[in-house]
């Protein structure tokens, strides 16, 4: 794998065709890499007239990556609400670009994993819903592509595919969803361990492997965290955070969905109805040590009593439970983001941040009470959207913001081409290399194919899919039961509350998108009717499988047995409510 040439895309559409061989490893020597890194920027800068110069070290690739990270949630992302301070992910996006508008092509974990990984939707890479798909580790993906080329690839934490990793030269993930505390893990095959916090640990890991590494060849690590999925369970430190702040409300808490369809009324994922007592801190996760107990309820202990007191009902129910999730989901993210000023600081530290392209990402976005929800699955903005900010020293300007339509499907070619390597041509992203360097060609993708499947399933979202521009979304329910179209003006309705569909004034709108959907659909080959595999079998799963990982608690807030507490998830249909004294 030493011997194979990489070549170094360059303006113009010229390659740099460079033989990576023995003879030219000392580039690849420890010490240089930042010399050689800002070189080879200047190569992507200047044109393919400086072809034929010395062979440059393609970048290491530090990609970290949240689950359910709501962009409302980065500071730099600048929600009105101003929910957390994010210093160190404020600082990727200083040092170099925020992707305003980066998409998912179906908003939930295992899928959008599984298109990092191969490029590719989910009706091409065949994950297409956490309920039953699994991830077929024999096709082409982003880590075997890398370490062919002589990258040493790991990932660590969170993997959610099922079938063991495969490209990895070292991988230690959490089985399933992980827990928060204590977690076991699986480490090439060995289940091992842990105690301490998963967003730490998993940290750790990352830091013992890269300080393990061998110096003179490039890396490419995947830092997977757990958090801030459900049930949003903070380190211990990170209790009371916030010191009781009341969080301001989203405009549209208490949605009442008029102006759109059925499936928007059928889910079942609010603050107000889906919401559990494991979820709103009523149950003690089983894994806390008595030190750790210690700390939840001397936090946990003293709120709840009060609001058993209270007795509150309605929409100051519903308040109650928007201010303890976000305390919760926001305790969460403090804890990402130092593991991203850790993670920076010893790059900083080993000298090599200058020679390594760092990501910023997550799985999907996430509501954050918009709507009344929480969770993701929707074409709609916040699931959609995903947070993306990429730092590459010497190649993308200080403090950059794009607004183009991205995808998470653009991933695995902008680093391909970033490590000079060739994208394949089965991988439906585009390389976002120009995008970087400020410059978006002509004939940059206008518009987005979206498609989601996992119904009926966990949080009874529907099945749809739908065209997204830039200013537009056409939307189709295709369920029997549901059955019908959306259209929504982003420009005139940001929230989409009202859908257009069949107004006369947007006819030629319609007409246009629907025209687009279909292009967009025969040119991705997207299966119609959807194949026998993207079908969740059996027709009503329990909840609480797949994406709603339930840690099974053993104990009362008070820490003594009641029976009837802590069951996984109540039957779809039937809505926790807080367990009232
Ligand atoms: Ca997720």
């Given at each position: 794998m030493h011997k194979r040439i990489w070549s170094l895309p360059v303006r113009g559409g010229g390659e740099l065709q460079h033989p990576r061989s023995r003879a030219t490893s000392?580039?690849?020597?420890?010490?240089c890499g930042w010399l050689v890194l800002s070189t080879v920027a200047a190569l992507f800068l200047a044109g393919?007239?400086?072809?034929?110069t010395e062979v440059r070290r393609p970048p290491n690739i530090l990609f970290i990556f949240a689950d359910?990270?709501?962009?409302?949630?980065?500071?730099a992302y600048g929600d009105?609400?101003?929910?957390?301070?994010t210093p160190n992910i404020d600082r990727l996006a200083r040092e170099g670009m925020r992707f305003d508008r980066c998409l998912?092509?179906?908003?939930?974990?295992g899928p959008s994993r599984a298109t990092v990984l191969t490029g590719k939707y989910s009706h091409a890479n065949?994950?297409?819903?956490?309920?039953n798909s699994r991830f077929d580790g024999s096709q082409t993906t982003l880590p075997k592509l890398l370490r062919a080329a002589g990258y040493q690839t790991a990932i660590v934490g969170k993997?959610?595919?099922v079938t063991d990793p495969t490209g990895f030269d070292y991988w230690e993930i959490l089985p399933?969803?992980?827990?928060?505390?204590n977690p076991p893990m699986i480490r090439n095959g060995q289940r091992v361990k842990h105690q301490g916090y998963v967003t730490d640990i998993v940290t750790e890991l990352s830091l013992a492997w890269l300080r393990q590494r061998e110096p003179n060849r490039p890396f490419f690590l995947?830092?997977?965290?757990?958090?801030?999925?459900?049930?949003?369970?903070?380190?211990l430190r990170h209790l009371g955070h916030d010191g009781d702040r009341q969080y301001p409300l989203p405009?549209?808490?208490?949605?009442?969905?008029?102006?759109?369809?059925k499936a928007e009324r059928h889910?079942?994922?609010?603050?107000?109805?889906?919401?559990n007592e494991i979820d709103l801190k009523f149950v003690l996760p089983r894994q806390l040590t008595p030190e750790q107990l210690q700390a939840w309820n001397a936090y946990y202990g003293p709120r709840n009593e009060a609001f058993r007191k209270a007795n509150l009902q309605g929409r100051d129910l519903v308040r109650w439970k928007y201010n303890r999730y976000l305390h919760d989901y926001l305790g969460c993210i403090k804890a990402v983001d130092e593991s991203v000023g850790r993670l920076l600081r010893f790059l900083d530290e080993s000298g090599l941040a200058a020679s390594t392209l760092v990501v910023y990402s997550s799985d999907q976005g996430f509501y954050l009470?918009?709507?009344?929800w929480f969770d993701k699955r929707w074409i709609f903005e916040e699931s959609l959207r995903t947070p993306l900010v990429i730092r590459w020293p010497g190649v993308i300007a200080p403090g950059s913001v794009n607004r183009d339509?991205?995808?998470?499907?653009?991933f695995a070619p902008t680093l391909l081409e970033a490590a000079g390597l060739s994208v394949p041509g089965e991988m439906q992203g585009r390389s976002l290399l120009p995008l970087l360097q400020g410059r978006t060609p002509a004939?940059?993708?206008?518009s987005f194919y979206y498609h989601y499947y996992e119904?009926?399933?966990?949080?009874?979202v529907a099945r749809h899919y739908g065209v997204v521009t830039a200013r537009y979304k056409l939307v189709r329910f295709y369920e029997p039961e549901f059955d019908y179209w959306e259209l929504f003006d982003l420009e005139k309705d940001p929230r989409e509350l009202t859908s257009v569909y069949g107004r006369p004034e947007y006819a030629q709108v319609q007409k246009e998108l629907e025209a687009e959907l279909a292009r967009l659909r025969r040119e991705l080959k997207v299966p119609d009717p959807d194949p026998?595999?993207?079908?969740?079998?059996?027709?009503?799963p329990k909840p609480a499988k797949g994406e709603l990982p339930r840690p099974?608690?053993?104990?009362?807030q008070g820490g003594k047995p009641k029976p009837?507490?802590?069951?996984?998830?109540?039957?779809?249909?039937?809505k926790a409510e807080v367990q009232r004294p």
């Open positions: 000392r580039v690849f020597g420890s010490g393919p007239s400086l072809a034929g359910d990270h709501a962009y409302q949630a980065i500071s009105p609400r101003r929910l957390v301070e998912v092509p179906n908003s939930i974990c065949g994950f297409y819903n956490n309920t993997w959610h595919l399933g969803q992980g827990v928060y505390y995947m830092c997977h965290h757990k958090a801030p999925h459900r049930s949003w369970e903070p380190a405009e549209t808490l208490f949605d009442d969905y008029s102006g759109r369809g889910q079942d994922m609010t603050i107000a109805r889906t919401m009470g918009e709507h009344g339509l991205v995808a998470n499907l653009d004939d940059w993708r206008k119904y009926p399933g966990p949080h009874d026998p595999e993207a079908a969740i079998r059996p027709a009503k099974k608690p053993a104990r009362s009837g507490k802590g069951k996984p998830a109540k039957p779809q249909g039937a």
